[in-house]
């Protein structure tokens, strides 16, 4: 079946830290990726999204790299801010199997501290 | 309006009580979604409707009750609540069907119950 794994948090960091959120994936076909974020108090938001191997999405500073290789859609941020903090949720949509409905990672909770 | 929207964004109710939640997008989506999120779980995908027919229920409990009255509308009728049901629910839209670049979902802002 269809899964997503992501690194267990939560992860602390100084301001302007590098970060990695490792998320790895399940699939037959090729799914479409996503990475959301969860401000506090908020509902879910895309931050970016790649749909086919070796396309990278990014955004407010943030990559994720689709590597078929390695079924794997680590997010990425070269110097983290305090208005970082947030949980960060890997997903994919199966290409395969008709159905609307994306699969979640369990969620990944940063904070970033000045 | 613009997005997704729900209502209320608070409800604190008793386990007697029936309520409803509310769900509008205003993008012209034609699947929505509940989810479930709370503290100790994972998100929980809860009831998916596509083109107003329910197509997927994850095995949720009777005394949650949803209701698609039209694309635009999402409801989810609330009745005899445990304490446990306290959490965030999460409403959300996409356009069913296309390519795999349309299959983002949008999040309205959610709504925080509390059972008592």
């Known amino acids: 079946g269809n899964s997503v794994t992501q690194m267990e948090g939560p992860v602390t960091l100084s301001e302007e830290a590098f970060l990695t959120i490792n998320c790895t994936y399940t699939?037959?076909?090729?799914?479409?990726l996503f990475w959301y974020v969860q401000y506090p108090g908020e509902g879910l938001q895309l931050l970016l999204k790649?749909?086919?191997?070796?396309d990278k999405g990014s955004n407010k500073g943030f990559e994720a790299t689709y590597r078929k290789e390695t079924t794997s859609f680590h997010l990425e941020k070269g110097s983290v801010q305090v208005s970082d903090s947030a949980v960060y949720f890997c997903?994919?949509?199966?290409?395969?199997?008709?159905?609307?409905?994306?699969?979640f990672g369990k969620g990944t909770k940063l904070t970033v501290n000045p | 309006e613009t997005g997704v929207t729900q209502t209320p964004r608070h409800l604190v109710m008793g386990m007697t009580n029936k309520k409803s939640l509310k769900c509008e997008q205003h993008?012209?989506?034609?699947?929505m979604y509940w989810y479930k999120q709370s503290a100790k779980k994972p998100l929980e995908l809860m009831f998916v409707?596509?083109?107003?027919?329910?197509?997927e229920n994850n095995s949720v409990p009777s005394r949650f009750s949803p209701e698609c009255p039209n694309s635009s509308h999402l409801f989810l009728h609330l009745h005899t609540l445990q304490p446990e049901d306290s959490a965030l629910y999460l409403c959300?839209?996409?356009?069913?069907?296309?390519?795999?670049?349309?299959?983002?979902?949008?999040f309205g802002p959610g709504t925080r119950l509390t059972v008592l």
């Open positions: 959300a839209s996409s356009q069913a069907g296309g390519s795999a670049r349309l299959s983002e979902q949008f």
């Open positions: 790649a749909t086919k191997a070796d």
């Open positions: 997903a994919l949509h199966p290409t395969q199997g008709g159905s609307e409905k994306l699969v």
């Open positions: 993008l012209g989506h034609n699947a």
């Open positions: 409707y596509n083109f107003k027919e329910q197509t």
């Open positions: 699939a037959t076909g090729y799914p479409s």
